[in-house]
């Protein structure tokens, strides 16, 4: 007997870390180097199977893709509500978009105090540029008692395997 769940998924972080490219890769696998900032929240659907103790169920994600702009923060309550789970993206070649997560997992917390938390650090294709370490994102991961992903968007190096992750964690 399959099983099959749905669940609300926000993508969270400052602007230009890549969550809208981290969502274009999942769902559509493709990736578009021109950035176009969002404005408000743009919603994207995909649906994954995973296999927990060797039983195949079926999680509908539905992402929720929050822009990430100081002035969208009023709003941000009323679009968390009712979420299952957050991805926290930054950004590896701008350290302080890492330090901005633990605001975002705060605010995301308050309002989902059970959801479940999985940290992306975006953009690792950029080598020559990474300025965050893993004893940063591991002790971050910690504090929220989850994991970190280290993914490119264009690429699309782990983008899979950390909404997977989250989609496990949710059953």
């Not at 923060?73 to 968390?80: A, C, E, F, R």
Request: glycine share 6%; aromatic share 8%; net charge positive.
């Amino acid at each position: 007997m399959l099983t099959s769940f749905r669940k609300k998924i926000c993508l969270l972080g400052d602007y230009s870390v890549g969550k809208t490219s981290l969502i274009r890769r999942f769902v559509h696998n493709r990736f578009d180097d021109k950035y176009i900032s969002t404005i408000g929240v743009n919603v994207s659907r995909k649906t994954v199977s995973v296999s927990p103790a060797g039983n195949v169920v079926e999680v509908t994600m539905m992402i929720w893709d929050m822009a990430g702009g100081e002035e969208f923060s009023q709003m941000q309550g009323s679009y968390l509500r009712g979420a299952d789970g957050a991805i926290l993206v930054c950004d590896l070649t701008r350290a302080h978009t890492l330090e901005q997560l633990e605001t975002h997992a705060h605010n995301f917390l308050r309002i989902n105090p059970t959801s479940k938390l999985v940290i992306v650090a975006n953009k690792k294709d950029l080598i020559n540029q990474v300025l965050l370490t893993g004893d940063q994102l591991d002790t971050m991961a910690v504090a929220f008692d989850t994991r970190y992903f280290r993914t490119s968007a264009k690429t699309g190096d782990e983008v899979e395997s950390a909404f997977r992750f989250l989609a496990q964690l949710l059953i």
